[in-house]
């Protein structure tokens, strides 16, 4: 089986594990709306959260960087008054510094990482969603703003939201393979991330949408909110400045018109009912908390055999 997975962030790193562990034709297209350029260094948090997360080698407590990780560096910047506030651990900064050497080269993203893929080891296909400049923004209530890692790491999500925004999502195309990534699967998955951060900025490049629009009836997605909560991340923060409730219903309608399948928690299961109705698609209840491979295996084979 083909199986293509929109992704970014904690919830997709856990569920990509699992997902591998079911040995199909893994193609995963991740988020590219959160990339940075910081100490001249091109950032990519949610294409190398995925790419540490499916190599084994994460930090599973923290649920972002790498396992071991050691900020030697960064207490040395921070020391001599240098911009320290998004911490990079050492063994991190090799695959920055990596990534922005052959950018400079002119290799395009999908590229580099495809590169850095094959030396983690990845057991599947990991492409950006573009190549093209793609960014996050957030407008807060107090009139600023700023952009997204600025909001969420040095702002801790602190300031009210105002709006959203994805600035270069009109110009970008999608990366090479993506479309076809799409098209050619047999199932679409997507991951339980937060549906305006992680997975609206890949829905805005122009024909990624569509694409998937086009195969509904193969998409099936897994609600990050349970229990009316991120398990992870700011979503709560963010949901509502675009018109969403935060429950497991309203992160099922992000995704409106691209469902087939929608996966809830059992604690949502009184809103199983609501979105089936609402939203027109099969709605399939289980425990989704991924406290190991194990689990996220379960909830993965759950999700496919909800789609049928």
Not at 71 to 90: H, K, N, P
Not at 201 to 216: D, F, K, M, Q
Request: with cysteine.
């Amino acid at each position: 089986m083909k199986v293509a997975a929109l992704a970014g962030g904690i919830g997709a790193g856990k569920l990509l594990r699992g997902l591998a562990r079911l040995e199909h034709e893994l193609t995963v297209i991740g988020n590219v709306g959160d990339d940075m350029t910081h100490l001249g260094l091109h950032i990519s948090p949610d294409l190398d959260s995925v790419t540490y997360w499916l190599a084994g080698v994460m930090d599973r407590e923290r649920g972002w960087g790498r396992a071991g990780e050691t900020f030697r560096a960064m207490e040395a910047l921070a020391a001599i008054g240098g911009e320290s506030w998004f911490a990079l651990g050492d063994l991190d900064l090799a695959t920055h510094l990596y990534r922005t050497a052959r950018l400079a080269e002119g290799a395009p993203l999908t590229q580099v990482t495809a590169e850095l893929a094959q030396r983690f080891g990845l057991p599947c296909r990991l492409l950006p969603a573009t190549d093209d400049p793609l960014r996050t923004w957030i407008r807060t209530r107090d009139g600023r703003d700023l952009p997204f890692q600025r909001y969420w790491v040095a702002e801790r999500a602190a300031p009210a939201v105002e709006a959203i925004r994805f600035e270069g999502a009109e110009e970008a195309r999608p990366a090479p393979g993506v479309l076809e990534a799409i098209a050619a699967a047999d199932a679409i998955v997507i991951c339980p991330s937060n549906p305006v951060v992680s997975v609206m900025p890949t829905l805005a490049v122009p024909g990624v949408i569509e694409a998937i629009a086009a195969r509904r009836d193969r998409v099936a997605g897994i609600s990050p909110i349970v229990g009316g909560a991120p398990l992870a991340g700011m979503a709560d923060k963010l949901m509502p400045a675009m018109g969403l409730e935060v429950s497991a219903a309203g992160a099922a309608e992000a995704y409106r018109g691209l469902l087939a399948a929608w996966v809830v928690d059992e604690r949502d299961r009184d809103l199983a009912a609501k979105i089936e109705e609402r939203e027109g698609v099969r709605t399939g209840v289980t425990d989704t908390i991924m406290t190991d491979d194990a689990a996220a295996e379960r909830l993965a084979r759950f999700a496919l055999e909800t789609l049928g």
